[in-house]
């Protein structure tokens, strides 16, 4: 089993390649599938040929990933361990929101596009389960203003909920983080 080292950012996207040996159709498969994105099926010609997965963590800390490579008749071809040092993202805005028991509900948030060219930013919550951006994606043109639209999920008791929503650019680098502290009443 070969050892690779990856170093990420919590809601990043990092490009793991990996050389995938002998011939025949392969599928990728992780221990933590939530956290990868692999490519379907890579049909594998003469012998060699490179795989990139993509690793988005979803939390930071050190931990160890399984990563196996099956080929078309089903039997192991190759094992990888993973060993991610995931960093938390640099915070850039802070936000208290406040919500009401039992009842969804929606919330914007004014982004403003810093580029002098038209950009499109990917957007994602590191806690789904409570909040999600509306739309995947916002187009903003040159310095122009738009909003991140929010849906906050219906929460069953009082509590206090931390999520970050990251504003990503399309190599899903993060632009900004922005730090939600969510007040259920």
């Not at 590191?126 to 310095?143: H, M």
């Amino acid at each position: 089993m070969e050892r690779i080292h990856v170093k990420a950012t919590v809601g990043q996207g990092c490009k793991v390649p990996l050389v995938l040996r002998g011939t025949g159709t392969m599928n990728v498969h992780t221990s933590h599938p939530h956290e990868f994105t692999v490519p379907e099926a890579v049909n594998v010609q003469g012998g060699l040929q490179q795989a990139n997965l993509i690793f988005k963590p979803v939390a930071a800390g050190k931990r160890s990933i399984l990563v196996h490579v099956v080929n078309d008749v089903g039997t192991v071809s190759a094992g990888y361990l993973l060993v991610a040092t995931v960093q938390e993202p640099l915070i850039t805005n802070r936000y208290e929101v406040q919500t009401s028991i039992g009842r969804p509900s929606n919330k914007k948030i004014t982004f403003i596009n810093p580029y002098g060219a038209e950009k499109t930013f990917l957007l994602s919550s590191s806690n789904p389960a409570v909040v999600e951006p509306r739309e995947s994606k916002l187009s903003l043109g040159p310095n122009g203003q738009g909003f991140i639209q929010l849906r906050f999920k219906a929460q069953q008791r009082p509590q206090t909920l931390d999520a970050v929503i990251f504003v990503n650019d399309e190599g899903d680098r993060t632009e900004e983080a922005l730090a939600l502290k969510i007040k259920v009443q």
